[in-house]
Each structure stands twice: as C-alpha cells, then as structure tokens.
C-alpha cells in the first residue's frame, strides 16, 4: 500500500544551524513526490515537487529511489521557518500526506 | 481565482447537531479532496472525488459522515449527529491532472 512516513513529529534547531526534515514512501511505482509547508494557522501550500528540481526559500528534496526518501534540507534556518511540513505522494489522482513534522527554529 | 474557497471559516455547534461544510474547488479542478486535520493523527485524508465521482471514502469515519459533489464547482462534507470527537481543522483541496494540490483556508470545526 502507498504510505508515506515522516519519523519526527518534532524538530527543533537554532538560527543558522542546517536543517533536515526525513520522508520515507513506500510505492512500488514511479513517485512523484512534494513537500507541503503550513505555517501557523494558515492553509497548507506548495513548498516544492521532486519533478521540479527546484530550490524554494533555500530548502531542497532530492528523490532517493533506492532508499525511497525525500528528505528536505536547508543550510541555514530562518526563524520564519517555524512551521509545519508535510511530505506527500503522488499515485494516480490521490495525495498521500505524511504525519507531518513540526519544526521550531529557535532564536 | 480565488482559490479553493471554504465555508464556515469556524463553526461551533452542540453535539448531536447537524454541520455542513462546503468547499468550492478551483474552477477547472477535476479532482477534489476532503481532510481532516488535528494535533493526534495529524493529516488525514476523508474522501476523493474525481470528475464529480466519489472514488476513495475509505477514510470516511463513520456513518455520520458524508460528502457529496453535485457539480464541478461545489462539494460538502456533512456531520450527522456531530460528536466532540469530530472537533478538528477540515481542509478542501483541490488539483487538475494530478498537478499541485490547492488548499482551502480550513473550517475549524468545534463540538461541545
């Protein structure tokens, strides 16, 4: 079954520390893979896609096929980091959405 | 477009009552979503609708809930009798062709 896990439900770093926040999905076709932010109190929305190879506000994903992972990673934490992330996947026209991950940056 | 737009924004209501949610999807949108979202389970996925067609409502709880999509621009999620246990954040999304996920505000949903 398409599942898609997220292992921290908390994370915490300091201003300027290197963040990465861990994704793993279980598929066995090809994933097409995002990242969702949602900032306090607000809708869920696009942080970045896998297909994009993009960098969004200095955050990165890359597709592991052979771990099946998609863990996002930024150098240097801003404190409007500060929000909730999910991973998500892609199969057919369903999104699978991880647990989520909070993540604090600490001043 | 407005984006996916939801009403209420906030509702409380007594147990036992009846709660509709509504979700206007963005125009063009094929596929339709239904979430609930609280701090224990976190994201969870009710019911999907493509072209108007319930196709997965495996998540759907109970039998007190159910969604409907009588058009392509309008879906609602109903609560009937509602519980305590139903208080959460209830989230439409909405997506063409498997393209990014639109998100609604959220309907914050209250049951005393």
């Known amino acids: 079954a398409q599942r898609v896990t997220q292992p921290e439900k908390l994370l915490s770093v300091f201003k300027g520390a290197p963040v990465e926040l861990k994704c793993n999905y279980s598929y066995s076709g090809s994933p097409e893979l995002f990242w969702y932010v949602q900032y306090s109190r607000q809708r869920l929305q696009l942080l970045l896609r896998h297909i994009s190879r993009e960098s969004i506000k200095g955050f990165t994903a890359d597709l592991n096929k052979g771990e099946t992972s998609f863990h996002l990673k930024k150098p240097f934490a801003q404190e409007e980091d500060s929000a909730m992330y999910y991973c998500?996947?892609?199969?057919?026209?369903?999104?699978?959405f991880g647990p989520g991950t909070r993540l604090s940056v600490l001043p | 477009d407005a984006g996916v737009i939801q009403s209420p924004r906030h509702e409380v209501t007594e147990m036992g009552q009846e709660v509709t949610l509504r979700c206007k999807p963005i125009?063009?949108?094929?596929?339709l979503f239904w979430y609930r979202q609280t701090m224990m389970r976190g994201l969870e996925l009710l019911i999907y609708?493509?072209?108007?067609?319930?196709?997965?409502d495996s998540g759907m709880p109970e039998d007190r809930f159910s969604a409907k999509m009588p058009n392509a621009s309008f879906s609602t999620l109903k609560i009937q009798p509602s519980e305590p246990r139903d208080s959460a954040v209830y989230f439409c999304?909405?997506?063409?062709?498997?393209?990014?996920?639109?998100f609604g505000q959220g309907t914050r949903l209250t049951v005393v």
């Open positions: 125009s063009g949108h094929n596929s």
């Open positions: 998500a996947l892609l199969y057919g026209q369903n999104f699978v």
């Open positions: 999304a909405s997506t063409q062709g498997g393209a990014e996920a639109f």
């Open positions: 609708f493509n072209n108007n067609v319930p196709i997965d």
